[in-house]
Each structure stands twice: as structure tokens, then as C-alpha cells.
């Protein structure tokens, strides 16, 4: 069974920064591209960022490039979501998600990932 489990949100004040961590239990922990997506009040889930499997590539929605950065760690099976220059428009619950259905990456749309976590809230306050 496969688990996943997001951590790090908080308040925090524009201009801050924070950093989001995800924990998977896994076996083959490598066969999966993670992807970051968030979800505001009122909104549809949004993709973020994405990774493939071994770190090697990365790529990021328009609206955090330059400011967020994700990154994974195989040998403990977590990643990262590194986040900077925070804006109010980032409060959202943020939302890690596995897919290993194959190498294409990236992968943009949420139905192409096949396990997610329960979201960590990120409040950002003006």
C-alpha cells in the first residue's frame, strides 16, 4: 500500500519563505515522477511542480518559477518543495501526488497521478 504524507505548512508573512516536505512509503520509490499541485479556496487543484525520478529534471507552473524549487531524496524517499518569495496568491493547501505509470515526463494533469498525500495548508498573509 502506498502512503504519502505532506508536512511544513504554516503562516506565513509575504516575502517569507517555507519549505514542504513529503513522505512516501513505497516500495520502489524510483519508479515514481513526483508532482506538487495546490488547491485554493474556490479554485480547481493546480499543478505546481514536478520531478522525475531520479531529480535529473524538474519543471514548474509560470507562477513559481523562480521562487520554488523542488527537489527528492531516494535514499529516504522524501521530497521537497522549497518555497521563496511567498505571495498571498500561494495560500492554498498544497498537495503531493506519485505517478509511475510509465517515464513521460512531466506530467501536468492531476489524474495522471495515481497516489496523493492528504495536503499540508500554507496561509500566506499580506
Known amino acids: 500500500q502506498v502512503q504519502l504524507l505532506e508536512s511544513g505548512g504554516g503562516l506565513v508573512q509575504t516575502g517569507g519563505s517555507l519549505r514542504l516536505s513529503c513522505t512516501f512509503s513505497?516500495?520502489?520509490?524510483?519508479?515514481?515522477?513526483i508532482g506538487w499541485f495546490r488547491q485554493a479556496p474556490g479554485k480547481e487543484r493546480e499543478f505546481v511542480a514536478a520531478?522525475?525520478?531520479?531529480?535529473?529534471?524538474?519543471d514548474y507552473a509560470d507562477s513559481v518559477k523562480g521562487r520554488f524549487t523542488i527537489s527528492r531524496d531516494n535514499a529516504n524517499m522524501m521530497v521537497y518543495l522549497q518555497m521563496d518569495n511567498l505571495k498571498p496568491d500561494d495560500t492554498a493547501v498544497y498537495y503531493c501526488?506519485?505517478?509511475?505509470?510509465?517515464?513521460?515526463?512531466?506530467?501536468?494533469?492531476?489524474?495522471?497521478?495515481?497516489?496523493w498525500g492528504q495536503g499540508t495548508q500554507v496561509t500566506v498573509s499580506s
Open positions: 501526488a506519485g505517478d509511475n505509470d510509465g517515464p513521460r515526463f512531466p506530467k501536468f494533469g492531476e489524474s495522471e497521478y495515481g497516489v
Open positions: 513505497v516500495r520502489a520509490f524510483t519508479n515514481y515522477g
Open positions: 520531478i522525475n525520478w531520479n531529480g535529473g529534471t524538474s
